[in-house]
């Protein structure tokens, strides 16, 4: 901006706050200062999004728990009985119940955001916020009932042990809030890219389902990456997401582990896609509402 232009505005506006909204300049602005601006609203989404999902139902946040309840019996039943499939030593029930809490963060939070443009198109359309906001929001929103899940994953833990059952948490418990971002950054790069490319593809919102269905039996949720031959494992673990969803069974279960050169690469891969799905991300909000 000029002086002159400066100096316009100083004489139109005075000493007022004046507060101006330009597009972004590069791909990767991310403006996080105006996204802290709007904390209140992402306040706000975070509680619509939260308790929206289960209002007007019997249970309500009840649903949190037995959701990944009914998923571990199944997998424990299916998989740990029925197929015999290894669970490295532990318990099948953590075994599978800390894989599905992960797995169930990583999931819901793809796909809530892979609908961001979609489903808030009406308010996109009518005011300016910081589109980023919305999918900050879910991420928050997920991260609670990964909270809950989480806390019942703990008492099934402390139960198992009052009962001598081999099943220790790690030293890599301590790591946890970093796999955690791992898992948020990586489903909030997929679903940013997948969101981008529905507002002129609408049927990719409906593969967004089946994708996540078949990608979980490419990651190992069910199984340990221990089950595989070798040749296999190394393919496996190209998957970004096995090497988390492993390292985060063997923080609290004690079984298994991984080498840390798996966990940089995931780290690598994910940094990658997720600068992609922001960059892409901020190239369509300045035109989706034409498309949408």
Partial sequence: MTTTDEALKEEYFGHRHVTVIEPPRGLLELKVREVWAYRDLIGLLVRRDFVAQYKQTILGPVWHLIQPLLTTLMFTLVFGRIAGISTDGAPPFLFYMAGTV???????????????????????????????????ATLFSKLISFGIQLSFLLAALGWYWLRGRVAAPSVWVLATPLLLALTAAFALGIGVIVSSLTTRYRDLAVLVGFGLQLYMYATPVIYPLS??????????????????????????????????????????????????????????????????
């Fill in 227 to 292: 089950a595989l031959s070798e040749k296999w494992r190394f393919y496996a673990a190209l998957n970004p997401l096995a090497p988390v969803v492993e390292t985060f069974r063997y923080a609290f279960l004690g079984t298994g582990g991984v080498p840390g050169w798996m966990l940089g690469y995931s780290a690598a891969v994910i940094a990658v896609v997720l600068l992609v799905g922001l960059a892409l991300f901020n190239r369509v909000e300045r035109t989706f509402m034409d498309t949408v």
């Fill in 102 to 136: 992960l797995w169930t963060y990583f999931a819901s939070l793809t796909s809530d955001v892979s609908h961001t443009f979609i489903r808030n198109a009406g308010i996109f359309g009518k005011v300016y916020f910081p589109r980023l906001a919305v999918p900050t």
